[in-house]
């Protein structure tokens, strides 16, 4: 069945190689541009994407989805309380003590957990 697929146009920038990043555990040629809407269980997270490029956290996590909540005492969903949209919460408590809420639109650099089919290549015949 045909799937519907956003593209989005980011500029992915070279990970950076200095004392404030961990080095990637994963290969990045598998990385892609989500809504963090769109990010579940199991995606790798490596950088926030916007239109200067993308921001690499200091140390790369995996998506625990959970329900948002703006009362959390966490002392990190209280910053989007006021978000217009609907807001994400793309983990808890790991790796900080805190939580990871995202605006929903906001655009996340993952390996996603659940990688895309390699598609075979056309054989000569059917061109």
Known sequence: ??????FFEALVTAYPCDADHA???EDPVHARVARAEDVV??????????WNGA???????TAHREPYDPTC???????LADEP????LLSNGHPWETCDPWPANALVLIV???RLPV????RAESL
């Open 85 to 88: 949209g609907l807001v994400v």
């Open 23 to 25: 080095p990637l555990l």
């Open 41 to 50: 269980d199991g995606d790798l997270i490596l950088a926030a994407v916007d």
């Open 55 to 61: 921001d690499y956290f200091n140390d790369q996590y």
């Open 1 to 6: 069945m045909p799937q519907s697929v956003d």
């Open 119 to 122: 598609l075979a290549p056309p």
């Open 73 to 79: 005492q966490c002392g990190v969903c209280c910053h």
């Open 112 to 114: 996603p957990a659940r």
